[in-house]
């Protein structure tokens, strides 16, 4: 009966009921509508499975023992797709450094690393499951800065002003960094269009 | 929504993007979690603790290297360094200046003297190599230790 009644409830009212009375129920529903949601964008960021299940872990750790720090006046959505843009790109830095002194270089720019082979995943092949893989390399050759707008826009569909309260960055540059990457994108893509 | 200008112009690309399979999390991932916050183990996975890496080889041989050479160049340091003097095994330094005060005159030792034991009860010492000082009394101190000797003399006798 209260599972069906928090069900309900908005994302804020849940983190709301999880402030004030603690509800664990409220915090695991909070859980289950962000867990997909926060691993395609860090997948998509990244491309390793397994550490973007951690960071996204990580991120509902931090949701659930800072939970005092959300303030309302801000969309729940938003607040969680920061923390986790926040690991995402602590660990991406934290690869990059890794890479420099690394003898294998990746990527044709260093700015990229291999994706791993996730063939073998249920939830990864499809009927275009090459097309996918080549999308994906491809969107890793994209700059850092450019390819998580990229996702937030394009794969997870936040709208431009939520972007911008996620990344801190002012709507205008989120636009000119959102096409950016999507002219990069375009250039190492040429060949699929043809199909 | 009506679709902005760029939306238009990267129509393939955002519709390649929009295709894309959507990713799901693994299966325990929710149990998972849930073991994690309920253990309070929160940074298991993701962070190591500092005092882990500490022990890492690439960090612990590193710091043992140079706790060796440290060790090494004190070890041959100290072999440089002059060796202490032993108290027991040296010979006191003999003074030679002799200060002087107002009545209280300071000697050098006297010429040694040395005999077992005095017809009168008193002892005397082999003064050689030793150096003590003597401190000098006029007449009127003389007459007061030889007026002492004398009564402590007299009280022995009597004790006797």
Redesign the interface.
Known sequence: MIDIKLNGLTDEELILEFQQNNTVKAY?IL??RY??PL??YI??FLGD?ET???????T??KV??NKDSYKSIAKFSTWIYTIAGNLARTEYQRRKRRNIFSINSYGDDGETFDISDESARP??I?D?GIK?KI??KA?LKVSDSYREM?ILR??Q?LSYEEIAEVTGIAVGTV?SR??RG??Q??KL?KH??KD | MIPGYDEVRYKNIINLLKQMPKITAPLNFESDLMRRINSGNFNENYKVKWWDKLFLPSRLIPAAAFALSIVTVFYFLNFNSIEPENPFLTKPKIRETVAQTSNKQIFPAQTPEYTEASVNGSFRINKEGLNFLQIRLNAAEKAKINKLKEEIKAYFKRKQ
């Open positions: 695991e859980v289950q867990k997909n691993i395609n997948y998509r499975y973007c299940a951690d960071i996204v872990q990580e509902m750790i659930y023992r939830d990864v499809t275009s996918d999308i994906q969107l990229v394009d794969i569909e636009k959102i096409n999507r002219n994108l375009q893509l699929i269009y």
